[in-house]
DNA sequence: GGTTACAGGGCAATCGTTTGCACCGGGTTT
DNA sequence: AAACCCGGTGCAAACGATTGCCCTGTAACC
């Protein structure tokens, strides 16, 4: 026999009245029923009084939120979700969350959704598009109430978010971001940092500046690119493209990419690295070559990640793109768009933009 | 007008009858509902049919399957668990995601879950307990099918996790357990990996071996003192508590501990610290004090952080607890028990302990 | 006194899916 | 011929909460 039983409780009540006795303590999950029942009332009383609806007296709420507590009753927020199709759910996607990048990112959106009574739901694409797929497929039958994403590096089309939209889930960009206008994201403008980042290298007197790049899907590797060639530009000088590499963010791909600017007739005096990441392994393998790192050669970066402060070789300026900032702001913006969601028609729908802007760090 | 509508698309089936036109496209996202009404079947069916039910005929469940597929069906996650009382995603909360430990952890935890068919909701603590209630709070709301928590440093006793059991949620603790024997845990021994690494250091000719400790209330700190003592114990040396110092993980914390050790008459000529990030903070405060990192004293310690490999003065010796390991462990156990939960009682119910070997990594 | 007004609360539909049971027609069994 | 069986399907309840609408009793009004 279960205490949810009425007629049990009852039981008890009459059998211990002189006790005043009341079961309170529930083998199963309280519910608005159960509530319901023992005070005798209906349950949409129940559910209105716990809401606080003006039509129920203050009496009577006292008693339902007195016994909802006694009862520790919480509402079954699947049964309010499959009601009200919402779930306080967002999913969040990156690439990887051991990048110290994404895991300040998703404090930042996390503190933010709880700040909001969202909850999320996680996933890593491992940078393969294969797994964000699926990871999308399992948030979209978790039937999350919006989306924030940060693209695989092998994403350079996002087909499979596009069958989001039927089932009305909204979705932010974050960081890595397509380059669609028609689309929701908040990111860096690294164009406006990198000409800055390569002011200063001039400014420490260095002439031949390299830069290792990341894939080409990646939007923010073309805005790198873009602020290196406007950098270089600014001072008369001609772009050698000679001086560009690319790396897939692997060890070889990225000690690959030194090599050969090492092995150039006239090699460079600096190179910036994609991220901080890229350049711990652009150091390792200058380091096997014997350069003096940060003296025959500076390295610069972007991210500015905390271990910079203790690693043997840090970049001596690094970008930091203040992904706390970007994933409270990726939230913030997602919280929005679920407010005005059933304002506006989709037909009618205005796409959000948004840019964190960037600040260069020096390590001395 | 919506499409989900019958009426409408009888409309336009007679209207273009001819055409044989049948409306596929939905505005609307589709439901077995909305199946039925299409082919003149019962909701039923179409429920059975889509599961293969061995009373529906293969005609019927050809066509359910066909216009499913055809019209994007993709079964109501939400009413599913509703009904069934399960939601296929499990609850994580671990202190901080930033750590390399965890977010190693958290890659074997969910790169098994979504072998699994579940999905991972997530929260972080902050290291705080508060915080820490807050979100197994939200995880509850969420009902959560099961939860992998790693206690924060501030949690001593998990009365808040205690409520869980009302909604039928098992838990697993993951590396931060508690050492009650009346859970389900999985952890790393580092009672054995302790002696090992101050076998080693006295092999090394190191005769004073100090330790910088964690929180009490976390259990792995009080492994890692047994350890110590035994490891100094076995060469019949007198335990020195004074060469046994705590931190609380912030820098200060540890800056004082060491400052401690340093000023002692006879200062340590080894030091342990509690894991990778406290060894970095330490070595900072001894760089300070124009202590030869590895050479005056030689600095040992846990985790073994993927940075290491970088940094200007990795620990000598660091202890690998596989996070990663440990998360695939954690995951199948709750795997395991969701499964034989229906088949057992709560009362006999048996609980699971696994313990992960650690190795000891060697930096030279 | 009769009507209105309103406070307070109950009824029942609803969300999408599952599932025990009833039903129905035709063939098989005694 | 009555009783059964069985493949194939539909009916309706159930899960927990919300909410529009209806009902009842009492007080205030003309």
């Known amino acids: 026999m279960r205490g949810r039983s009425f007629w049990y409780n009852y039981k008890i009540i009459v059998l211990s009245l002189n006790l005043a006795y009341i079961r309170i303590v529930s083998e199963s999950i309280p519910t608005i029923k159960e509530i319901a029942k023992r005070l005798n009332v209906s349950v949409s009383t129940v559910s209105r009084a716990l809401s606080d609806h003006p039509r129920i007296s203050a009496k009577t709420k006292e008693a339902v939120k007195e016994l909802a507590k006694a009862l520790n009753y919480e509402p079954n927020s699947k049964a309010i979700f499959f009601k009200q199709k919402k779930s306080y759910v967002i999913g969040v996607i990156v690439p990887h969350i051991y990048e110290d990048f994404f895991s300040k990112g998703i404090s930042g959106i996390e503190d933010t959704a709880l700040e909001n009574g969202y909850t999320i739901l996680f996933g890593q ?58 689309v929701n994201k908040v990111y860096c403008n690294l164009f406006e940092g990198t000409v800055d980042m390569i002011e200063w290298l001039f400014k420490q007197d260095r002439k031949r500046i390299a830069f290792i790049n990341g894939p080409n899907a990646i939007i923010a590797s073309k805005e790198r690119l873009d602020g290196y060639i406007e950098g270089i530009s600014r001072r008369k000088l001609k772009v050698d493209m000679q001086m560009v590499e690319q790396t897939d963010f692997s060890e070889e791909g990225t000690h690959k990419a030194v ?83 059933s304002d506006e028609d989709t037909a009618t729908k205005a796409f959000q933009h948004k840019e964190i802007p960037v600040a260069l760090v020096y390590n001395s």
Do not use: C, W
Request: cysteine-free; proline content about 5%.
């Open 125 to 182: 694409s491992h940078d393969r598009i294969e797994k964000e797929r699926q990871v999308v497929d399992a948030m979209k039958n978790q039937r999350v109430d919006g989306l924030i994403i940060s693209l695989s590096k092998e994403t350079n089309k996002s087909d499979h978010l596009k069958t989001l939209d039927a089932y009305n889930i909204p979705v932010v960009y974050f960081d890595r971001v397509p380059s669609l206008a028609n």
């Open 259 to 341: 090599a050969r600017l090492l092995g150039l007739k006239k090699p460079p005096d600096a190179i910036i690295s994609f991220n901080d990441y890229v350049h711990m392994d652009a150091v390792k393998y200058a380091l096997k070559e014997h350069v003096k790192i940060n003296e025959d050669i500076l390295f610069a970066s972007y991210a500015n990640i905390s271990v910079n402060k203790h690693t043997a070789y840090p970049p001596v300026v690094s970008i930091d793109q203040f992904p706390y900032s970007q994933g409270e702001a990726a939230m913030k913006m997602l919280m929005d768009i679920l407010q005005n969601k």
